[in-house]
């Protein structure tokens, strides 16, 4: 069974930057098909990035400049970097992959 574990979260202070981490391990997955949520606190859970089918990524338009996906497939690790982060970026991050979800990781940013 797929375990997804994040990490990485943190206070921040606006316009500062984070990188988050998911690491994969057990089961079968792909890391092309893995993607990153977000949820705010009251707010429904929300795509943030992924990686399609073809390797390329897709990016939610509030992500789009800012954000970027990447990935180590040697560690079976993705990576969310999270630049010029805002006050709305603060949610719990998650990392998704098919039915799979982590436990997330909290950003808070915040002055």
């Known amino acids: 069974q797929v375990q997804l574990v994040e990490s990485g979260g943190g206070l921040v202070q606006p316009g500062g930057s984070l990188r988050l981490s998911c690491v994969a391990s057990g089961g079968t997955f792909s890391i092309s098909a893995m993607a990153w949520y977000r949820q705010a606190p009251g707010k429904a859970r929300e795509f943030v990035a992924r990686f399609t089918g073809s390797l390329r990524t897709d990016y939610a338009d509030f992500a789009k400049g800012r954000f970027t996906i990447s990935r180590d497939n040697a560690k079976n690790t993705m990576y969310l970097q999270m630049n010029s982060l805002k006050p709305g970026d603060t949610a719990v991050y998650y990392c998704?992959?098919?039915?799979?979800w982590g436990q997330g990781t909290l950003v808070t940013v915040s002055s």
């Open positions: 998704n992959s098919g039915f799979t």
